[in-house]
């Protein structure tokens, strides 16, 4: 069974910096294909960043050039490095696993961008 913890939430100013983790079971990483989404108040759940089962890479054009999302294989850990941080980034991030069969989420973390 495919379990998804993230951490590393928080409360940072604009302009900082913080580092997503997703802890993961379950996950053959040469198979699965992971994410980060973003859900904001009152918005839909939006796409951030893919690393694909071959290693290949991609974010949204909204986060592209300051988030960049990175795996460690032996540590079954993904991580999505945040920069420059806005308050437009302000939202729950959850981490998703795409399988052979079927999805898996994450429950979220807490990420607030605020002076």
């Known amino acids: 069974q495919v379990q998804l913890v993230e951490s590393g939430g928080g409360l940072v100013q604009p302009g900082g910096s913080l580092r997503l983790s997703c802890a993961t079971s379950?996950?053959?990483?040469?198979?699965?294909?992971m994410s980060w989404y973003r859900q904001a108040p009152g918005k839909q759940r939006e796409w951030v960043a893919t690393i694909a089962s071959g290693g290949s890479t991609n974010a949204a054009d909204s986060v592209k050039g300051r988030f960049t999302i990175s795996r460690d294989i032996p540590k079954n850990m993904v991580y999505l490095q945040m920069n420059s941080l806005k308050p437009e980034d302000t939202a729950v991030y959850y981490c998703?696993?795409?399988?052979?069969?079927?999805?898996?989420w994450g429950q979220g973390t807490q990420v607030t961008v605020s002076s």
């Open positions: 379950g996950v053959i990483f040469n198979i699965y294909h």
């Open positions: 998703w696993a795409r399988g052979p069969a079927r999805d898996y």
